[in-house]
């Protein structure tokens, strides 16, 4: 009787054939997700790789080609492209620096001083009083002269007489009367400026010694050795 309730309380279940099937499913799919798991995250790691090898190459270059390449110059970057040609941009090289202007018509200077030798040394010293220079007929022509304006003849080398703008602009300052003293604007302001000490120096150097003495001069057969015969109008500016 015991063994009999004994074989009934403990008797083996038989599987059955669906959950063998079931159970056979299980053990192959393990490998199966393992593999998948395994490619997904092979596949994850060389995009990550790549990406960063990537990031760290552009990094890289852009370290290398700034410290190798030769530094921006914006002034000359800014002149050449808002400038019309010059000569004055390649042989002088255009600097900006911020200058406080004291425009104020009740500080005295040595410019708006009477009459007198120190005052005319002063605007000869701005270059108020400078010649005409040379320039190369391919400079002049880069400028926008041509066959009107004033030319130097070629046995003495050629080139065109020119004027440097600025300069030329000292003869035209507005002449201010101090007996009719109206209200006026505030000039005290700040402007971003061109080196003009360099500017200046360049136009005095481009003066030619040869034409100086033939300017002065009141014969028209020296005047004529100088200047080229289709020379008709004025002078050019730079």
Request: aromatic residues 10%.
């Amino acid at each position: 009787m015991a063994d009999a309730h004994k074989s009934a309380e403990y008797s083996p279940l038989v599987a059955t054939d669906d959950q063998s099937e079931s159970h056979d499913d299980v053990e192959l799919a393990k490998p199966c997700i393992f593999a998948a798991f395994r490619n997904r995250l092979l596949i994850v790691s060389i995009a990550s790789l790549f990406i960063v090898s990537n990031i760290m190459c552009c990094l890289l270059g852009a370290y290398f080609g700034r410290s190798t390449s030769p530094a921006v110059d914006l002034d000359s970057e800014c002149s050449f492209h808002t400038s019309k040609y010059s000569p004055i941009l390649g042989e002088v090289g255009i600097k900006y620096t911020d200058v406080s202007f004291n425009g104020s018509f009740m500080r005295q200077n040595i410019y708006r001083r009477p009459a007198s030798p120190e005052v005319d040394a002063a605007w000869e010293a701005l270059g108020a009083d400078y010649r005409p220079g040379i320039v190369s007929k391919e400079q002049g022509a880069a400028a926008g002269l041509g066959s009107r304006h004033v030319q130097r003849s070629d046995k003495f080398g050629g080139g065109f007489f020119v004027n440097v703008e600025g300069l030329h602009h000292l003869h035209c300052l507005v002449w201010y009367n101090p007996r009719n003293v109206t209200p006026f604007p505030d000039f005290n302001t700040r402007h971003k400026c061109k080196n003009f000490d360099a500017i200046r120096e360049w136009a005095k150097g481009i003066q030619p010694h040869v034409y100086i003495s033939a300017l002065i001069s009141s014969t028209l057969s020296t005047r004529s050795s100088v200047f080229t015969p289709q020379s008709n109008s004025g002078l050019g500016f730079v």
